[in-house]
């Protein structure tokens, strides 16, 4: 069973999200506290290949309140994604091709874990986001036809 903490819905606007996977995270004490409050945010977080380490960038974190300064940490820092060497490697050849890039989606728990959904994206340009904008309203449209015309 996982429960949702936060998820960026921009990254599936601005990219188009091939391959998913799901990676542990690196985390202290005060981090999972926060996160269990649910003050993160995710919205500009990608994961860099570095080093043969997959680490996540740009995840907001804020300062659990009930901790003192000392135990307290960074909210921005990078943090280490657990994955299998195999997997990294993958994904750091995928990586390595002109304009992919690995996007944040959503960050869970799962039982009492925390996990990071994350996607190999390569990014949309304006007119094909526009087109996918009028091919979801032409797809709304329909369904609304398809529905007026079964309540008959």
């Known amino acids: 069973m996982s429960r949702d903490v936060a998820r960026n819905k921009k990254a599936r606007r601005d990219y188009s999200i091939s391959d998913v996977l799901e990676a542990g995270i690196q985390l202290r004490g005060t981090e999972v506290k926060s996160i269990r409050e649910g003050k993160v945010n995710i919205s500009d977080a990608f994961v860099r290949i570095e ?6 960038y740009g995840c907001d974190i804020q ?18 994604l657990l994955l299998h060497k195999n997997e990294i490697l993958k994904l750091a050849q995928a990586t390595d091709e002109k304009g992919y890039t690995l996007p944040c989606l959503r960050l869970y728990f799962k039982g009492s874990r925390v996990k990071v959904e994350f996607g190999l994206g390569k990014g949309k340009s304006h007119s094909d986001q526009r087109h996918d904008l009028k091919k979801r309203a032409e797809m709304r449209e329909a369904d609304r036809e398809v529905a007026r015309f079964n309540r008959r």
């Open 63 to 80: 300062p659990w309140q009930a901790a003192g300064e000392y135990f307290q940490h960074a909210p921005k820092r990078p943090r280490r």
């Open 51 to 56: 080093r043969r380490e997959a680490f996540l």
